[in-house]
């Protein structure tokens, strides 16, 4: 899979996805993540990226030239791009199952905003796809594209070890993980449940399900909601 960033901060998004899942995923040849700084766009001398609103108001808004320029670029490389997403907190919230239809996605191409926004004409020509990852305002798109490509990262297959790992995760399968525990049994008088000791294999999944049936009726009864 390749995914292609734009962004006016490039330094945010360069140095994490290099590590961990996502740093695996692309060293085992899985993903490829290109960051482009759209600046190395920009048509005017001063190479500006952004510009104050027509009608006045607060902040700046990123232009629509570099972007079209650099996904103009990109249109000109080898393989259709299926989506081209602008993270943004008006649009639809990022949750697994979005994560999982994008993993199966060739090509996909994130629009990190910054300022106030991205002129209107970016997101009704060549925005197909908007993207919250949640109701709260980041400074700017750069940390919710990171999210986007870390979550789907390590679902792609082959990415993890060990694919169970990634299937029984919390909201795979619309229920909240129950407690782990590793060595040793007895720290300090804190004694890991009897039952993770047993080596009773039936027991110790019946025990994981109970735990996270009430974990989530505790913590997201809405999960279980949206389950019936
Ligand atoms: N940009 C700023 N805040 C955001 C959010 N919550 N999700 C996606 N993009 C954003």
Redesign the pocket.
Known sequence: MRVDILTALPEIVRGPLNESIPGRAQEKGLLEVHIHDIRAYATDKYRRVDDYPFGGGAGMVLKPEPIFACIEHLRTLDGAIDEVIF???D?EVFNQSLANELSLKNRIVLLA?HYKGVDQRVRDSIVTRE???????????EL?AMVLVDAIARILPGVLGDTSSALTDSFQDGFLDAPTFTRPADFNGLLVPDVLLSGDHKRIDEWRDAQRLEKTRLRRPDLLDDSI
């Open positions: 993270l943004t907190p649009g905003g993207i919250s990852i949640g109701d709260y305002v980041l400074s700017g798109g919710p």
